[in-house]
């Protein structure tokens, strides 16, 4: 996820340091100063935005839906704090050889694995959910779905769960994005009938034929694989080195308003997931509710969206006629804004940018256009798609990824047509 730095006195920057690399320890951490009487504004409006969205929610529709939208602000404050990058990661990989961001990802990959496979193989669920993998078809759908969504990632400036932390912490390009985004994901699900047809295969899911444990242990090994790989990868290449991570100097201090390591907001957000799965019975994802936000808009507009063939879909037929704030995916996404709010906000870091160049604008509205019907295309995002697969043991998690870094060649090809950089040997972490 690669969005402008927050402007304010405590904006960490995305430098993974720490992370299966020698973390230097001479540099200076600088302490983060008192919050000037300015910044306490947006503070008082993000948390009373989040105790009263809690209050209502869990008044309005029970306790369920108010648990996953207190794991929404969670995940926001542990993505803006951490700065947890999937678009930026894949960006430096395929750019200079930097592998750091990826050996990142397969953390929180074993992690939410690890989880997985315990609360599956065991059936353990919450408010009477049943806990069930992320299974994916496979087939041109999720290649070239995933593919585009990558290319949407690089102009765009963010993945999934990045569009919804920035947008959080003020960043206004990403805002933009977010538009994007939620057209895009609309527009497929509109044009449905145009797509749905694509060959593809039945999901491919591990547990199914050598069980959970065998599931687990075929998906760390294969991650392990990836750290290797990536480390030689990077040893060859030789890219740019990533300097410290700067923050707070108490660990209280550190973990409200600081910076993260990347191992930790890996940890954190595995966890999140998990209690995500628990309490719903499906994996944490993003992506349907921009498609249930566009197509609602377009209800109020006057149109008829419950005549589209996707909305006739099992299950998605009840996602629309049911209230917005009672949808899993939806609790959860506005959680995550305003989870990402309320830190950047405690880091006195909130601020709207302005300024943006008009080749920026166009880039944020097209990546997420495509961003947004990529994910239909491919059944999900770089969080319910590539995440939760490959943590479900579905191949196609894997699948997913592979092609989500050729469409980030691609992406990294279009960049400089609008005026966006890429990382160059010598430049540092963009």
Same mark, same amino acid.
């Given at each position: 996820?690669?969005?402008?730095?927050?402007?304010?006195?405590?904006?960490?920057?995305?430098?993974?340091?720490?992370?299966?690399?020698?973390?230097?320890?001479?540099?200076?951490?600088?302490?983060?100063?008192?919050?000037?009487?300015?910044?306490?504004?947006?503070?008082?409006?993000?948390?009373?935005?989040?105790?009263?969205?809690?209050?209502?929610?869990?008044? #309005?529709?029970? &306790?369920?839906? =108010?648990?996953? @939208?207190?794991? +929404? *602000?969670?995940? $926001?404050? !542990? %993505? /803006?704090?951490?700065?947890?990058?999937?678009?930026?990661?894949?960006?430096?990989?395929?750019?200079?050889?930097?592998?750091?961001?990826?050996?990142?990802?397969?953390?929180?990959?074993?992690?939410?694995?690890?989880?997985?496979?315990?609360?599956?193989?065991?059936?353990?669920?919450?408010?009477? #959910?049943?806990? &069930?993998?992320? =299974?994916?078809? @496979?087939?041109? +759908? *999720?290649?070239? $779905?995933? !593919? %585009? /969504?990558?290319?949407?990632?690089?102009?765009?400036?963010?993945?999934?769960?990045?569009?919804?932390?920035?947008?959080?912490?003020?960043?206004?390009?990403?805002?933009?994005?977010?538009?994007?985004?939620?057209?895009?994901?609309?527009?497929?699900?509109?044009?449905?009938?145009?797509?749905?047809?694509?060959?593809?295969?039945?999901?491919?899911?591990?547990?199914?034929?050598?069980?959970?444990? $065998?599931?687990?242990?075929?998906?760390?090994?294969?991650?392990?694989?990836?750290?290797?790989?990536?480390?030689?990868?990077?040893?060859?290449?030789?890219?740019?080195?990533?300097?410290?991570?700067?923050?707070?100097?108490?660990?209280?201090?550190?973990?409200?308003?600081?910076?993260?390591?990347?191992?930790?907001?890996?940890?954190?957000?595995?966890?999140?997931?998990?209690?995500?799965?628990?309490?719903?019975?499906?994996?944490?994802?993003?992506?349907?509710?921009?498609?249930?936000?566009?197509?609602?808009?377009?209800?109020?507009?006057?149109?008829?969206?419950?005549?589209?063939?996707?909305?006739?879909?099992?299950?998605?037929?009840?996602?629309?006629?049911?209230?917005?704030?009672?949808?899993?995916?939806?609790?959860?996404?506005?959680?995550?804004?305003?989870?990402?709010?309320?830190?950047?906000?405690?880091?006195?870091?909130?601020?709207?940018?302005?300024?943006?160049?008009?080749?920026?604008?166009?880039?944020?509205?097209?990546?997420?256009?495509?961003?947004?019907?990529?994910?239909?295309?491919?059944?999900?995002?770089?969080?319910?798609?590539?995440?939760?697969?490959?943590?479900?043991?579905?191949?196609?998690?894997?699948?997913?990824?592979?092609?989500?870094?050729?469409?980030?060649?691609?992406?990294?090809?279009?960049?400089?047509?609008?005026?966006?950089?890429?990382?160059?040997?010598?430049?540092?972490?963009?």
């Amino acid at each position: 996820m690669t969005t402008a730095p927050p402007a304010g006195p405590a904006a960490p920057p995305r430098a993974p340091a720490g992370l299966f690399t020698p973390s230097p320890t001479s540099a200076p951490r600088p302490q983060a100063p008192p919050l000037p009487a300015i910044r306490r504004m947006p503070l008082a409006v993000a948390g009373l935005l989040a105790a009263a969205l809690t209050a209502y929610v869990w008044s #309005a529709h029970g &306790a369920k839906p =108010g648990v996953l @939208l207190l794991l +929404g *602000l969670g995940l $926001g404050v !542990a %993505l /803006f704090h951490s700065r947890f990058g999937f678009t930026s990661a894949w960006r430096q990989l395929v750019a200079v050889g930097n592998g750091t961001g990826l050996r990142a990802h397969t953390l929180l990959l074993g992690t939410t694995a690890t989880l997985f496979a315990v609360i599956i193989g065991t059936g353990t669920g919450l408010f009477g #959910a049943q806990p &069930a993998p992320s =299974g994916g078809s @496979l087939g041109v +759908g *999720l290649v070239a $779905g995933s !593919a %585009l /969504f990558a290319v949407g990632m690089q102009l765009g400036g963010a993945c999934a769960s990045g569009t919804l932390f920035a947008v959080g912490s003020g960043q206004t390009s990403v805002v933009l994005t977010l538009g994007g985004f939620i057209a895009g994901a609309t527009l497929a699900a509109w044009q449905f009938d145009l797509w749905k047809d694509l060959p593809a295969w039945d999901p491919v899911v591990l547990s199914d034929h050598i069980g959970w444990f $065998g599931s687990w242990a075929v998906t760390i090994a294969a991650l392990l694989l990836v750290v290797f790989v990536s480390r030689r990868v990077q040893a060859r290449r030789n890219p740019p080195p990533l300097g410290p991570v700067p923050s707070a100097r108490t660990a209280a201090v550190r973990a409200l308003r600081g910076s993260w390591p990347l191992a930790a907001g890996a940890l954190v957000l595995s966890v999140l997931g998990a209690g995500v799965l628990l309490v719903s019975g499906g994996a944490w994802g993003v992506t349907s509710a921009f498609s249930l936000w566009g197509s609602e808009l377009v209800g109020a507009l006057g149109g008829h969206p419950e005549n589209w063939t996707w909305w006739r879909q099992p299950g998605n037929a009840q996602m629309l006629a049911g209230p917005v704030l009672a949808d899993k995916t939806t609790l959860t996404d506005v959680g995550i804004m305003i989870g990402a709010a309320v830190a950047a906000a405690l880091g006195g870091t909130w601020a709207l940018h302005r300024g943006i160049p008009w080749r920026t604008a166009v880039a944020s509205v097209l990546g997420g256009v495509l961003m947004g019907v990529g994910a239909r295309l491919a059944g999900g995002c770089n969080i319910g798609a590539y995440l939760a697969g490959i943590a479900s043991g579905s191949l196609s998690g894997w699948v997913w990824g592979a092609f989500a870094l050729a469409g980030t060649w691609v992406g990294l090809k279009l960049r400089p047509l609008f005026g966006l950089g890429n990382p160059k040997p010598g430049d540092g972490v963009c």
